[in-house]
């Protein structure tokens, strides 16, 4: 016997991000999927957990309207997660998530297309998180 780790989360009915091509969406939409991915991604992070895996074989989106705010986006396949405390790593996290504009203002998140953010992406983030505390 040995024992097998699992991580058992809800099935989520949707498309992931790989499965959509940005360019053929609109620019809201698009944009609308990818700050909710960022924001997830963040909001990961800011838990204490490096998902290890962010891209877009791994974000599903679900609901009728790509658009909407009411669209949800998640993260899944969390194969290659640390959770930080777990493995010893904990830092003190800071009190506000870092904010993707510090995070990504040399580039967005590599595995993602310059049809999700665009490169430079200064200009588009701050018209995304611009108005944000963090
Ligand atoms: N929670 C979920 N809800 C719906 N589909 C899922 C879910 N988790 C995984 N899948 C489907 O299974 C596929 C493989 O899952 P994933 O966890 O990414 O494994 P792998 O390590 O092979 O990348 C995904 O591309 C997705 O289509
Ligand atoms: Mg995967």
């Known amino acids: 016997m040995r024992p097998v780790r699992l991580i058992l989360m809800e099935f989520i009915e949707g498309v992931t991000m790989f499965e959509l091509d940005p360019d053929k969406l609109s620019e809201q939409q698009s944009t609308n999927i990818m700050v909710k991915a960022i924001d997830g991604y963040a909001a990961l ?3 204490g957990v490096n998902h290890g895996d962010f891209s877009p074989r791994n974000v599903l989106c679900s609901g009728n309207d790509l658009g909407s705010v009411t669209l949800r986006v998640v993260l899944f396949d969390f194969n290659n997660s640390i959770v930080l405390r777990l493995a010893n790593l904990r830092r003190t996290p800071p009190k506000l998530p870092v904010s993707p504009i510090v995070g990504y203002w040399r580039g967005g998140p590599p595995e993602f ?4 953010i665009p490169y430079p992406p200064g200009e588009w983030l701050w018209k995304q998180w611009g108005d944000s505390p963090s």
Do not use: R
């Open 45 to 47: 992070q800011h838990h």
């Open 113 to 116: 297309s310059p049809g999700w």
